[in-house]
């Protein structure tokens, strides 16, 4: 018999893998659109009951248009970016514990597609749900800026990538116990959140917060977004907002792709 050798299958470059990667993660979204529905009820909530609670609370809100919406929804905006993509690692566990994550390891990807296509995926419900909430809050005062806001959307779109590869890593690091990961991202994910003066402004709080946030990456995401959504953008802060989330962005990525190369079939 003659042995027959087939060829190899085309090598592909890594953006057709991460296009690969980040369609598959993307379908199951289209597949499951409830979920993303469901998502959206949260920030709802907060925008119509926390919002108007801090009408003449919020200091400074005459500098973002004088109504608490336009100083309250950029923070809600920012608070569906944290909560999706920090919890995005509970879908990896899943494929951990179901065993799709080895078969997809054992694929031709290359193991940095498979970080950043998940990564990336995070913009699309980002975006959709930014949107509709924005849109929600027209008709009850907020002002609508909409080139500004297509930048705080850029500005959001990267730090959540940065974040949501580092709930990834976190996944892959506690794959073995499954509570760690909600244990470590809890712990982490509200004080960041109280600390970026999402929900109230750190002016009023105590002088050790106040410097506790300069070293809070969230801050500075958080005030450019305030900007940002009142109109602004020639502005120190969207600056010190973009540098905050490209430096989020590239440390999770790295910290991301490192731990998929090491992880085990």
């Known amino acids: 018999m003659v042995a027959i050798s087939l060829p190899a299958p085309p090598r592909t470059g890594l953006l057709a893998d991460v296009g690969h990667v980040w369609w598959r993660e993307t379908l199951t979204i289209v597949r499951d659109p409830f979920s993303l529905i469901f998502s959206l009820l949260q920030p709802l909530v907060f925008l119509g009951l926390f919002g108007p609670l801090l009408a003449g609370v919020a200091g400074g809100t005459a500098a973002f248009g004088g109504s608490s919406l336009q100083w309250f929804l950029p923070g809600v905006v920012v608070m569906i970016t944290m909560f999706g993509t920090s919890m995005t690692g509970a879908n990896l566990q899943f494929e951990i514990m179901t065993g799709a994550f080895e078969r997809i390891l054992a694929t031709p990807l290359s193991r940095s597609s498979l970080m950043i296509g998940r990564a990336l995926k995070e913009l699309t419900p980002l975006v959709v749900q930014a949107a509709v909430i924005t849109l929600v809050a027209i008709p009850f005062g907020f002002v609508l800026y909409p080139l500004h806001v297509v930048v705080g959307l850029v500005l959001l ?22 509570w760690i990961f909600w244990a470590v991202q809890q712990s982490l994910l509200f004080p960041l959140l109280i600390l970026s003066g999402m929900m109230l402004p750190l002016e009023t709080g105590p002088g050790w917060m106040q410097v506790v946030s300069k070293f809070n990456p969230l801050t500075y995401v958080v005030d450019a977004e305030r900007v940002l959504f009142a109109g602004g953008i020639a502005d120190t802060t969207v600056l010190w907002g973009f540098v905050a989330a490209i430096l989020t962005a590239v440390v999770g990525l790295g910290v991301g792709i490192r731990a998929i190369r090491r992880a085990t079939i």
């Open 157 to 178: 779109g990267v730090f959540g990538v940065g974040i949501g590869a580092l709930s990834y890593a976190l996944a892959i690091a506690a794959r073995k116990t499954e």
